[in-house]
């Protein structure tokens, strides 16, 4: 197993930490299990599609749920598909299945849907407009503060005007 060393790039990186981890617990974790077969398709700027190939499996089979920066998919098979004969060859996979995929900052999921065996996640990015990137202009003057007029208060009573 290839195991690539990260450790010069956290002595001079700051603020990858959480990148750093992803990509260790991935290699980790990579055991080889690619069931069910995956595509991650980019359709757009901030437009992103996961097809999962899940023949066999039912819409009430299957849970997907997105956390921060976290899209899990689980997919569990009923005992309803039972036959009464014997199997000579089982080549339709009938396992349940866990895939997890992590997400950048801002992506949710827009849709799912599955359709002939295919389930279909679309993801949208939307960075919000605070952390969109903004011209300043060099010299401009800060706006003047607003004045706002108070009435006091003393003693627990407030003054007439």
């Known amino acids: ?26 290699a980790r974790t990579s055991s080889g299990d690619n069931y069910p077969p995956f595509n991650i398709e980019r359709r757009g700027e901030d437009a992103y599609r996961i097809t999962l190939a899940v023949a066999g ?18 997919g569990r098979k009923g005992d309803e598909g039972q036959t009464n004969g014997q199997f000579l060859h089982v080549g339709i996979a ?9 997400l950048a ?6 849709s799912a849907a599955l359709e002939d065996g295919l389930l279909v996640i679309d993801l949208v ?28 208060v003393e003693d627990g009573a407030s003054k007439a005007a």
């Open 94 to 102: 009938q396992r349940g299945f866990e895939r997890r995929f992590e």
């Open 57 to 74: 499996f039912k819409a009430a089979d299957i849970d997907i749920t997105a956390q921060q920066n976290l899209l899990v998919v689980q």
């Open 1 to 26: 197993m290839n195991r690539f060393d990260f450790t010069p790039y956290r002595r001079s990186m700051v603020g990858f930490d959480r990148l750093f981890d992803m990509l260790e617990n991935q």
């Open 105 to 110: 900052d801002y992506v949710r999921v827009e």
């Open 125 to 152: 990015r939307e960075v919000p407009e605070m952390m969109k990137p903004k011209k300043i202009a060099i010299g401009a003057q800060p706006a003047p503060l607003a004045v706002v007029e108070t009435i006091g």
